[in-house]
């Protein structure tokens, strides 16, 4: 779907989730839908781990070496606060997406089915509601190893849009070069960047991002507060010193200029909303198209693997035995391998 429009209404959502808490910050995400959609936004950015929260200031009771029971019974929580995709709260999620009728992407702790890892993940809706896919964080940032496992190339989508294509890069994955031009190679025209980084040098590297790709960004964060952390978790006592504002936001949307189109907005809850000239686009990549007229194919070239990594295969419905044409069981390949050996022998 090439470009149908010339411009779009958009809008980053900075808030607070009620972390540890699914049914509330689902809740929360409805209504948070449904005002951004009032203001006419057709393209929504959530923050990342918007679904059930960052627990920013937590370290779970782990030290080299240790773990503590009290560390896992709040692991446990937060699993127990994650999300599967697809799942009940994707649904009721793309009803209210439905409803307003827009691209709506939010950041979500992910779960699986036959495991017990959790994954930062970017959920993607279409305006008709439809979970359109994910973005799974290919490589979680210090202790967030601690509670995320790692993504694969499988989860890098771009979607078509009638506002050209979007895709996700979540947090410090956007200091990864190679994973921002594998972006830009899939044609990427409306960069979202869902966060938890609310540093000064984060709008640095979001303007030079917008620039270097020539294309629109959003970056939407959490403004997190300490008070609303339960304090019947098991090691709440780990919050002690930390401050009553943990987390002061810094959502923006830039120009493919690297210019501030709105915010940033700090130190509180708030929905930015921009109109973007989609033309400007082409205006900016007159002089640098970084995935076409200025890329040296001759000397360098980017190789994506996009295959979905698994640990266990099962091959011919039989574990490792699958029937022959006789009713006989062999082992897959064992063939092969026999005639392997007897050219050997032969030679």
């Given amino acids: 779907m090439s470009r149908k429009v010339n411009s779009v209404r958009v809008a980053t959502v900075q808030a607070t989730p009620a972390i540890f808490d699914r049914e509330a910050t689902v809740e929360k995400t409805l209504d948070l839908i449904g005002q951004a959609g009032a ?3 057709k393209i929504i950015l959530f923050p990342e781990a918007f679904i059930s929260g960052y627990p920013k200031g937590m370290f779970l009771g782990v030290r080299v070496g240790m773990r503590t029971p009290e560390g896992r019974k709040d692991f446990r929580r937060y699993y127990e606060s994650a999300i599967m995709l697809p799942g009940p709260e994707t649904e009721r999620i793309g009803e209210a997406v439905a409803q307003i009728g827009a691209y709506v992407v939010i950041g979500v702790i992910e779960r699986e089915e036959n495991t017990s ?42 979607f078509d849009t009638p506002y050209g294509k979007i895709g996700a890069v979540i947090c410090w994955e956007n200091y990864m070069p190679l994973l921002r031009s594998a972006m830009y190679g899939k044609g990427i025209r409306i960069y979202l960047a869902p966060t938890f980084d609310a540093r000064d040098s984060w709008q640095y590297s979001m303007r030079h991002i917008a620039m270097e790709g020539r294309c629109f960004l959003l970056t939407c964060n959490q403004y997190l507060i300490k008070s609303i952390y339960p304090t019947d978790l098991h090691c709440y006592k780990e919050l002690e010193d930390m401050p009553e504002v943990l987390h002061r936001g810094g959502s923006a949307i830039f120009s493919p200029m690297g210019e501030y189109v709105a915010g940033p907005a700090w130190d509180k809850e708030d929905i930015l909303v921009a109109d973007l000239d989609l033309g400007q686009i082409e205006e900016a990549r007159f002089d640098f198209d970084v995935a076409g007229h200025y890329t040296c194919p001759e000397v360098l070239k980017l190789l994506v693997n996009e295959a979905r990594q698994r640990s266990f295969v099962y091959e011919g419905g039989d574990f490792f035995f699958q029937k022959s044409e006789d009713d006989s069981y062999r082992v897959p390949g064992a063939e092969d391998d026999a005639r392997a050996d007897a050219k050997k022998k032969t030679n």
């Fill in 39 to 41: 203001k006419g936004a």
């Fill in 117 to 158: 890892t959790l994954y930062c993940t970017a959920a993607f809706f279409g305006p008709d509601g439809r979970l359109l896919g994910k973005h799974r964080k290919i490589k979680p940032t210090a202790a967030e190893r601690l509670i995320w496992g790692e993504g694969d190339g499988s989860t890098l989508p771009v």
